[in-house]
């Protein structure tokens, strides 16, 4: 047993049994990790950022695209939405 699953089976008793219950729940953060990993590898590549704002920039489409993805939406009408059309969609769900 890894450590992770230990502790998160130690701290909540609810959760112990929850991944073999549904199916829907991941059993690890790999998504949150994939979703730093594309943040540290533009860094390694390019060297870093020009600028925050271009930072910033980045950061909010990469965080757009993968919500997209998690949500199982079409990622280029999903850039391509309103803002308010994102927010309202992602409040009904």
């Not at 699953?5 to 008793?13: I, N």
């Not at 930072?55 to 998690?70: C, E, L, N």
């Amino acid at each position: 047993m890894s450590r992770e699953v230990h502790v998160r089976a130690c701290e909540s008793p609810k959760g112990r049994f929850l991944r073999a219950t549904r199916l829907s729940v991941p059993f690890t953060n790999n998504l949150a990790e994939q979703d730093i990993r594309m943040m540290k590898l533009r860094m390694k590549i390019s060297g870093g950022f020009r600028s925050t704002k271009g930072a910033h920039v980045f950061a909010t489409v990469r965080s757009i695209i993968s919500t997209a993805r998690k949500q199982s939406w079409n990622i280029l009408d999903t850039l391509s939405a309103k803002p308010h059309g994102l927010i309202d969609a992602l409040q009904a769900t």
